[in-house]
């Protein structure tokens, strides 16, 4: 298929939202057995070559309480012991009315759907089947004006999409397509609290002058206003994405992540810095003597390990840390690859340049 054909949402929208409200109506509207129903849509996306449908549909039937190896043989379904009586006859009618021969579909198949479902359900089922045809051949899953969300086995629509995904970004953004030229490394910030009577060291923030190299300010001083004094962050590469401690690897991530030039390069540049950040997350001396340049009469004692975090700390192919914001807009999503900190995250400006970025003006 090489030649573009149109659009059939923005040619004729109103038709198309009763289409795939249509849809909606009857999946609300239920058979006896909800499964036999995405059975027989899974069958036909399966017929007619549709992954799009057939990936949302056998999602929806393992919402449903489906097994896996029951799906697994749906395609062999005459084969299979598998199936009951009502869901072979639902299923034969399904691929009858998708195959659909010159005589229509036989008076055998048709009635032994009938005999086992009963017309309600075979009512819905025909109806439903011919949705399915219908979306599966129109590709209408982009003739709704929007961004269909497969999340937990339910299909969300929206007219535009704004990703924050964190640590998630890499994967959301391979799921629109959009794979991108930056990464997601991982850096996890380790805290110690002020135990006791060296709280009344802080009386305020101690932070040291940025190092524009970094997006990372390094150990500093932070009073809260429940009068605990935080230190810290550190910033040392994590070995899985959510990885809160040493313990946590995880060898898929760890070879995205290692696989990503920007991160070779970054470690070829870097790896001084990289070294002192490790040291100072295996041993309380190192982190003490960084907390010190700050507050001298802080000793070993004073420090109590408290829990950290993971920052999705985007890198580029330079190996280049972006210590600004990075949004990649593709058609009606908008992916924030980049969220950086302090005080920026939560700046209602910058909410307002990205809805602009997305032309989204009802926010
Ligand atoms: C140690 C540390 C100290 C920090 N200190 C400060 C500070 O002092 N001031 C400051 O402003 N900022 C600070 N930050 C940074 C701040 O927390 C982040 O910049 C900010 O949270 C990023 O916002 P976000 O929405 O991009 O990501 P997140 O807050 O990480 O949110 C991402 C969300 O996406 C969800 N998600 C991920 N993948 C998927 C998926 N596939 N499907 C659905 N959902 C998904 C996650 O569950 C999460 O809820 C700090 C961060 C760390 C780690």
Request: charged share 25%; hydrophobic share 45%.
């Given at each position: 298929m090489t030649r573009q054909r149109i659009e059939l949402a923005e040619a004729s929208p109103r038709a198309a939202r009763l289409i795939t409200a249509l849809e909606d109506v009857l999946r609300r509207e239920g058979l006896c057995d909800d499964r036999l129903r995405e059975l027989a849509r899974i069958r036909v996306a399966q017929l007619n070559g549709c992954a799009y449908f057939l990936a949302l549909r056998?999602?929806?039937?393992?919402?449903?309480?489906e097994r896996q190896e029951r799906l697994n043989e749906l395609a062999g379904w005459r084969d299979s012991r598998r199936f009951t009586d009502s869901e072979r006859?639902?299923?034969?009618?399904?691929?009858?009315?998708?195959?659909?021969?010159?005589?229509?579909?036989?008076?055998?198949?048709?009635?032994?759907?009938?005999?086992?479902?009963?017309?309600?359900?075979?009512?819905?089922?025909?109806?439903?089947?011919?949705?399915?045809?219908a979306l599966d051949r129109m590709c209408l899953?982009?003739?709704?004006?929007?961004?269909?969300?497969?999340?937990?086995?339910?299909?969300?629509?929206?007219?535009?999409?704004?990703?924050?995904?964190?640590?998630?970004?890499?994967?959301?953004?391979?799921?629109?397509g959009a794979p991108g030229d930056v990464r997601i490394v991982p850096f996890r910030g380790?805290?110690?609290?002020?135990?006791?009577?060296?709280?009344?060291?802080?009386?305020?923030?101690?932070?040291?002058?940025?190092?524009?190299?970094?997006?990372?300010?390094?150990?500093?001083?932070?009073?809260?206003?429940?009068?605990?004094v935080l230190v810290g962050p550190n910033a040392v590469m994590a070995l899985a994405l959510e990885g809160y401690s040493w313990r946590d690897v995880d060898p898929g991530d760890?070879?995205?992540?290692?696989?990503?030039?920007?991160?070779?390069r970054l470690a070829v540049r870097h790896w001084r810095?990289?070294?002192?950040?490790?040291?100072?997350?295996?041993?309380?001396?190192?982190?003490?003597?960084?907390?010190?340049?700050y507050v001298p009469a802080l000793t070993a004692g004073?420090?109590?390990?408290?829990?950290?975090?993971?920052?999705?700390?985007?890198?580029?192919?330079?190996?280049?840390?972006l210590d600004d914001f990075s949004v990649d807009v593709q058609g009606r999503v908008a992916l924030v690859r980049n969220a950086p900190s302090p005080a920026a995250t939560s700046s209602l400006a910058i909410a307002r340049h990205i809805v602009g970025l997305t032309s989204v003006s009802s926010f």
């Open positions: 056998s999602a929806e039937a393992i919402r449903l309480g006859a639902a299923l034969a009618l399904a691929e009858t009315m998708t195959k659909l021969p010159a005589d229509g579909v036989p008076d055998d198949v048709y009635g032994a759907a009938e005999n086992l479902l009963g017309p309600y359900n075979l009512a819905n089922l025909i109806m439903a089947v011919s949705v399915a045809n899953r982009q003739t709704s004006g929007g961004v269909d969300v497969l999340a937990g086995g339910r299909r969300l629509r929206f007219d535009r999409l704004i990703v924050c995904a964190g640590l998630g970004t890499d994967a959301v953004a391979r799921m629109t380790e805290y110690y609290a002020l135990a006791g009577t060296a709280r009344d060291l802080v009386r305020g923030l101690i932070y040291p002058v940025p190092d524009p190299r970094y997006p990372f300010l390094g150990v500093h001083l932070t009073r809260r206003i429940d009068g605990e760890l070879r995205r992540i290692l696989a990503w030039r920007g991160t070779r810095t990289g070294v002192r950040e490790v040291l100072g997350s295996l041993s309380k001396g190192a982190f003490l003597s960084a907390a010190r340049r004073d420090l109590v390990r408290v829990e950290g975090g993971v920052r999705a700390q985007a890198v580029d192919r330079d190996g280049a840390l």
